[in-house]
């Protein structure tokens, strides 16, 4: 049994090859040092706002950055509410860095919450984003992070889909937000799309342990899998199918 998440969903999708070498068998790549630098703002960030929900002091990680301060500042002007816990009554239950799993066609699959605030009728997933906001919507609406969020939520929780909302905070320089609902249809969408999806993944794993490796697409520029693998690009294509 394999345990997915969203980031493994969405590289078995774009290209099954490289899902196979990072997922299967476990590739290591390192960031680029831009890339490195996101992550590092990002840990931050997701650190601070964890300390912030539980009420535990959050200057230390603020301190000697006056960019960071400022981009932290300027999502709490805006969602007031967010950023601290001292919300009017009745206010929501707040849990940071939630976790929640459920299994699927034999797979199991987790997913982690940034922010969940939870009322007796509407739960609202909070997810804080470092890059800038996509300029198109329908992108990140699309997107496994929010089909996949959504629908653990509903399946793991009393709430219906119409009761469940997912919203985007873009949090590096100007702070923005995507707020995104959810709902029956496609609560049913994702579910046939998740079993159609583990399907074709048992039929590639078959292959694979027969030797035949998962299907590849065209060979990007900058590719890194096909920098640290060459002999990667040169192999035969498979249908996606």
């Known amino acids: 049994m394999l345990r997915l998440s969203q980031g493994q969903l969405s590289l078995l999708d774009t290209c099954p090859r490289k899902f196979q070498y990072m997922v299967l068998e476990q590739c290591a790549l390192l960031p680029s040092p831009e890339q490195q630098a996101g992550l590092i703002w990002g840990d931050r960030f997701h650190l601070l706002m964890q300390q912030q929900q539980l009420g535990l002091p959050v200057e230390t990680l603020l301190a000697g950055d006056p960019a960071f301060r400022e981009s932290v500042q300027a999502i709490g002007a805006i969602a007031p509410d967010l950023f601290s816990t001292q919300t009017p009554e009745p206010k929501p239950q707040r849990f940071s860095e939630h976790l929640r799993s459920f299994a699927l066609g034999g797979h199991s699959f987790s997913v982690v919450y ?3 605030l939870t009322e007796p009728d509407r ?4 997810d804080w984003k470092t890059y800038p906001r996509p300029q198109n919507d329908r992108w990140l609406a699309e997107h496994w992070q929010t089909r996949l969020y959504c629908y653990a939520l509903a399946e793991t929780s009393e709430y219906r889909p119409e009761q469940i909302s997912m919203t985007y905070w873009f949090v590096q320089e100007k702070a923005q937000s995507l707020h995104i609902p959810y709902g029956p249809t ?4 994702i579910h046939n ?3 159609q999806t583990l399907d ?3 039929r ?3 292959h694979y342990q ?3 490796p998962l299907p590849q697409v065209e060979v990007a520029r900058g590719c890194a899998i096909a920098v640290l693998l060459p002999n990667a690009a040169g192999a035969v294509q498979m249908p996606l199918q």
């Open 200 to 202: 074709r993944l048992d």
């Open 114 to 116: 940034d922010l969940l």
């Open 210 to 212: 027969n030797g035949q």
């Open 123 to 126: 739960a609202q997933i909070i």
């Open 186 to 189: 496609q609560h049913q969408q």
């Open 204 to 206: 590639w794993r078959t």
């Open 193 to 195: 799309t998740l079993l």
